[in-house]
Structures are given as structure tokens and as C-alpha cells.
């Protein structure tokens, strides 16, 4: 069932790729193989990775003419050192997937000062590891030299709406090079929109400098890839909407030509009689309706719904905090922004409100960044939770079910025949 579920659930996810720094391969019938090049080390990397968020990239389309939702530009920069007296050949593998329809472009790749060729291949394998794309480049690295290889790029996700976003480094490649340290920087650069939004972060060990920037100083490469997963909340109205009847649905459903749809809203929320998730939804509503152009209008409504779902809606919380702040009410909004910095389920949405409360100066000493381990989307698309014991139950009620009905229908065909064979032999 949460197979089911799971693979439902992938069909509306989009994901910024998994791409993964340069390792040295060769060329098999099978596909590529990574190898051990011993010669070569890798010491340094640095990473800059900047994010656009959704907000500022409205109106901005891709090459295939799609409005994009998602977009990051790529700066990586590799230095390796031949310690070897010998000139060493190789080939250079770049790889990364791809989910539903995103695109990479722009990709360049440089030693030193100088752009060098690169061959574009679709459907690869590595290592039995299947990758979408992967950017191959025959290289050589001098004797007793360093040399700097670089890799810029853009990568796109379409206007899908989907409530989930993630994006991935693979840094495992760079340990097929010379056992060494290699010193890992790696500093993200986020639209201000963005940062609320974060619902995992690793490796661990990072700083958040701002509201803009979160870095990674780290001595060598990182047992964890870079995995940033982002939760947006356009699609948050069906944490709602799935809890009510559909008979509910029909009594709030907006009419195409409706102008005055909140007022409609307003009238079945004055029913003495309603049910309490039709309640939150319409509280739910009329916020995301009054939000954008009125929100002094929609803070009641975002009051009764925190009220309600007890703050559990960090988003509702996170846009009642923000139209607090617009409204210069700082007083009120504290007790929001305590709330929203304690809780541990969204890094995102806590060091936000951190970051707001020493803003103003309400909080001192260092962030909170100890955040419970959370399972990657990825990891949990190809290895799904255990199920509980609710789930373990329905499914087998509706095993037995399935099996008492398989036996009645048995039971009926054996009866049917029989009563033929008896007057089958009576006849005769």
C-alpha cells in the first residue's frame, strides 16, 4: 500500500537532479566503469550553487518555450595535482539524472583559462548506476602540475506546481582519486523566498550566514552528498481538502464565472452546524484568497486556523508571521515566531524565525541547527518506510476480504455444477 502510495506520489515530484564530480573512467561494452587513478589527486573543491526561487522567476521561459518554476546555476570548481612524473590520460565523466521533464543547459567545461570539447551521452550506465545524461571529456593532466577544471551550468525544472523539489551532489566520485583530503567548500546562494522552504538539509556541519547564503567549510569530502529538499506550499490546500465529505466539496465548490467566491465561503462558515475540517478549510481559503492583494483581511483567518490546527500548519504559521511583520506588529508576532523556531520537522521554516527573532534583536547566541535525520525522497522512492500498524491492518482486512469473496464465488460455481451433475444424472 505505501508502495502504492509512494509511486503515486512520484508521479507530481520534480527533482533539480543528482549530478556528481568528476571521476576518472573508461569505456566498456556494458557502458563506463569507474577506476582508481592514483596518479591524480583531487584537493580542493568549491561549489557555488545559486537558487532562483519560484516568485522571481514568473514570466522567465525556457529554450522549449515553458514557463520554468525552478532554476540553479552551477559553478564547480575542481583542482587536482599529477604527482607523478608522467603525463596521465583519461576520460572525464560528469553524470546526473533527470526526473519527469527538466533540462540541463548551458554547460561548459574548462582547464584553467580554456573551454575544452565534451561529448553528450544519453542513457548511460556507470557502475550498473543509470544515468540520463552524462558529459564525457578526454583529458590530460600534466606531470608535477596542478590544473583547475571547472564545470558551470544551468539546470530548469518545469511550471508543474508540484508541492516537492530537491537537489543533489554526489561528492563519492571524487574519492576515485588519490587518497588524500580534499577540502570542501560549498556555498549556496538562495532568493530570499526560498530559505522557509527547506525541508532537509545534509551534509551536516553547515553555517547559515543569511537569509541569502548557507556554506559548508569542510576538511574533506563528505560521507553524505549535498541534498537540499525544498517543500512549497501551492499545493498545501490538499492537506485540507482531502479531509472533508464530498458533499462538503459541492457546498463550497467556486462557480467559473463566481466573482464573489469569499463571500459564498464566509456564508457556509456561519453554519452552526459544520464540520470541523470543512471549517479549517475554508479558514484555510479565504487566507490564500485575501492573501496576496489584502492580507490585514487575511490575518484573522490565519489566526483561526493556527488556533485550530494548533500550529501545526507551518506554512499558515510562516505567511501569518510574515503579514504580522508587514503590519510593523512585532509584538504579536513573537509568540508565532517562538513557535516556529522550536519545532524540528522543517529546518527551513525553524531558522528562518531564528534568523528573524536576532534580527530584531529577541535572540542571542548561536543557530539551532540539530535536526532530526530525515530520509531522503530519493531513498524513499526506491526503499519505502516500513509499514504501520494502522496500514498493516487495512491491508490485511482487505486481504481477508478479498479471500472470503474469491472462496463465496468458488463455492457458488462448485454448487452450480454439482446441481448440473445430479440432474445431468437423474436424465439418464
Known sequence: MKSFVLSLLFCFCITVSARANDGPVFITPEGLKMISEDRVKLTKEKIVIRLYSYKSLKGLRSKGGYKLRFKADFDCRLDFENVSDKTV??????????????????YHIFAGPCEIPFRKREDLKIDEEEYSTVFLSDFSFQPRTTTRIRHCYSYSSLDFGTPLIYLEYIFSTGKKWKKSRTQCDVIVLLDKHLLPYISIIQP????????????????????????????DDDDHYIYYSVKISSEDHDRILREPDEEDYSSKLKKVLHDPDISVPLRNYIFYLLSKEYLPDNPKKAIPYMKKLAEYTECEDLYNLNNLIESLLRQGDLSEARSYLDLLAGQKRSPGFSIYAQLILREHGLRNGPLDLEFPTRRKWRDRKHNPDPLTK?????????LILVSLLVLFILWRILTWISGRTLRWKKKS
Open 390 to 398: 494502522s496500514e498493516l491492518i487495512i491491508g490485511l482486512s482487505i
Open 204 to 231: 551536516e556541519g553547515f553555517q547559515v550566514i543569511s537569509r541569502n547564503r548557507i556554506e559548508w567549510h569542510l576538511d574533506d569530502l563528505p560521507d553524505e552528498d549535498l541534498y537540499l529538499e525544498f517543500r
Open 89 to 106: 590520460r583519461t576520460k572525464l565523466a560528469f553524470p546526473f539524472n533527470e526526473y519527469l521533464v527538466q533540462n540541463i543547459f548551458d
